[in-house]
């Protein structure tokens, strides 16, 4: 991984508050060029430093209602790729992490209801072949969502 410097991690910093803010923006907070700018972030995306940008979906506003985390329990650890290829296919799975401690793996997804919590639960997780158990968190408000902060005296070596 290339050196990330200073000035990398002022733009780091910056546009995880708003990914949206103009790079011209970006550069006058900075005190550098547009150009400068559009280098350096094009260098963070090529290195994966910069993995993404979008919008994020208010899940309710589309009718999903219940936010759900599921430990999931595999017959062996080798099986998690071919699971997480059958998660791919549920569109209400939105994360999954290999794990340690009493799960496997844990996913995140999101339902419109019990009903349907119920049919992602037992219709479609239990039945990937290698699932020998869930266990099933629901939660109840999300009180933090945020990136990672930066800080400018972690200059990666």
Known sequence: ?????????????????????????????????????????????????????????????????????????????????????RLELIPEVVESHFTTGPYTMMVKLYARDNEQLMNLLNGQLQEIPGVVATETLISLEQSIKREIPVHFDDVAE
């Open 1 to 85: 991984m290339e050196r990330i410097d200073n000035l990398d991690k002022r733009i780091l910093s910056i546009l995880s508050k708003n990914a949206r803010i103009p790079f011209k923006d970006v550069a006058a907070e900075c005190g550098v060029s547009r150009a400068a700018i559009h280098q350096r972030v094009q260098r963070l995306i090529d290195n994966d430093v910069i993995t993404g940008s979008g919008f994020d979906v208010n899940p309710k506003s589309l009718g999903y209602k219940t936010c759900t985390y599921v430990g999931i329990t595999l017959e062996k650890g080798s099986m998690y790729k071919d699971v997480v290829k």
